[in-house]
């Protein structure tokens, strides 16, 4: 037992996943103080913090996909690093630039098409679904640094480089709220400089490994086809995972979707603390599909590590759901209690299976394993379907989506203990 837990780290999976902890928590820090400027009604009224978190919501689920290219780089380039090939590494890289300057553009030429019928969808102003599209746009080019500095387990530049995103949009979102406009859109703006910020380190990090040059290079074979599994695979976790906030805005009035939006925020904050673990865990288990004994281990390992945190930080939330309300908000009047304390309790316990379900998908897609993990995609679009027809109470909400989580978490296990039974020795 001690072997397993303290011995036998020869793979780093505990040093870098505690190293991506820590950035993480720093993030989550951030973060945190981020929404606790920006949640207090004095900052924006509610129905502003509302759109806010509607528009990040949307944000995210448009950029989780891309995750599909972090990992499509980081299983090639790991694969590439492995074998010795790293003067193939920068070319593969390059490979993908022009690409990412062609969506990036789509993405603002449909928006800015688009934003009138997208203003009245959503019920925000037709300049905020625009300052939404730009920083959409420049956050796709996070993922494409990400996936690089993962694949050659550059865990350091990993750890801390995403947080001085966190670090600016802090400091000028509440500049930006306070000082020039107490809307949604000032938000999103000083979330766009963020974005910014990291393109220019991720430039720096790139550079300083100096790795060599060179190699034939180009697009190893299969990675268009793993892209496109991985794609539909983090499709369909992205609509479980991001796109609560945005239906609420959708379906409920302007106060009842800020209210859920603050009960969803703690819940994703508390429950996806070890998303850090898969991201260490990627890298060290890719294959071509056979899962042997010491990517078994591994996982199991992760699974451990991951678990522990997931139920500290959800039991947190479900016994005492005005602590995290209370630090990130400020205190609840009495006739809010009641249901604070419900939606929180509610949509933390939805999330738990989500927080397996990240583990899972990525070791599979590290593993070029996605026939099992593609059953995500109708369990996404069973989630919109299920609100669309069942919207009465902000909790219907919460419960469609942790029935559907529950789902994904169970595909998702028997796929890796089928993979399991079948793997010789």
């Known amino acids: 037992m001690k072997r397993w837990f303290s011995g036998g780290d020869e793979s780093g999976l505990y040093r870098h996943g505690a190293l991506l902890m820590a950035g993480t928590l720093a993030g989550a820090v951030l973060n945190a103080g981020f929404h606790m400027v920006v949640g207090r009604e004095r900052v924006l ?6 759109s806010l978190v509607a528009m990040l919501g949307i944000i995210l689920v448009a950029s989780t996909p891309m995750l599909a290219i972090q990992n499509t780089l980081a299983h090639f380039i790991a694969t590439l690093n492995r074998e010795g090939r790293q003067g193939e590494i920068l070319p593969l890289f390059g490979h993908w630039i022009w690409r990412f300057a062609v969506a990036s553009a789509v993405i603002v030429l449909g928006a800015w ?14 300049v905020l679904i625009m300052t939404t599209a730009v920083v959409l746009a420049g956050s796709l080019w996070m993922s494409l640094f990400f996936g690089f500095l993962q694949g050659v387990q550059a865990f350091v530049w990993l750890a801390f480089l995403p947080q001085a995103w966190g670090l600016t949009r802090l400091v000028l979102g509440a500049a930006f709220a306070v000082l020039i406009s107490a809307t949604a859109t000032a938000a999103v703006s000083a979330q766009g400089i ?15 490994l100096r790795l060599p040059r060179g190699g034939t290079g180009g697009r190893p074979p299969g990675t268009y086809r793993y892209l496109g599994s991985a794609l539909l695979c983090l499709g369909g976790y992205a609509l479980l995972m991001n796109l609560d906030t945005a239906l609420a805005k959708r379906y409920f009035d302007a106060e009842t979707a800020g209210h859920f939006a603050k009960a969803a925020t703690i819940a994703r904050t508390a429950v996806f603390l070890p998303v850090p673990i898969a991201t260490a865990l990627f890298p060290k288990v890719t294959s071509s ?16 590590f991951g678990g522990l945190i997931i139920v500290g930080g959800a039991g947190i939330c479900v016994a005492w759901p005005q602590l995290p309300w209370t630090i990130l908000y400020g205190t609840w009047s009495p006739d809010q ?26 070791f599979e897609m590290a593993q070029r394993r996605f ?23 902000p909790l219907q909400l919460p419960a469609i989506l942790g029935a559907l989580n529950g789902i994904a978490a169970i595909l998702l296990s028997v796929a890796v203990l089928r993979q399991r039974r079948a793997a010789p020795g």
């Open 45 to 50: 009224p509610n129905a502003e913090y509302g």
């Open 289 to 304: 599909g056979s899962l042997d004994n010491a990517s078994w281990r591994l996982l199991l390992r992760a699974l451990g």
């Open 113 to 126: 098409m688009g934003r009138e019928g997208l203003a009245a969808f959503w019920n925000v102003e037709p």
């Open 337 to 362: 209690a009641q249901s604070a304390a419900a939606l929180t309790r509610a949509m933390v316990l939805a999330m738990v299976p989500l927080a397996l379900v990240y583990l899972l998908l990525n």
């Open 371 to 393: 026939r099992w993990a593609l059953g995500l995609v109708p369990c996404g679009l069973a989630y919109v379907g299920g609100v669309a027809l069942f919207h009465r109470h």
């Open 194 to 208: 963020g974005v910014l910020v990291v393109l220019a380190l991720g430039i720096g990090a790139t550079a300083s």
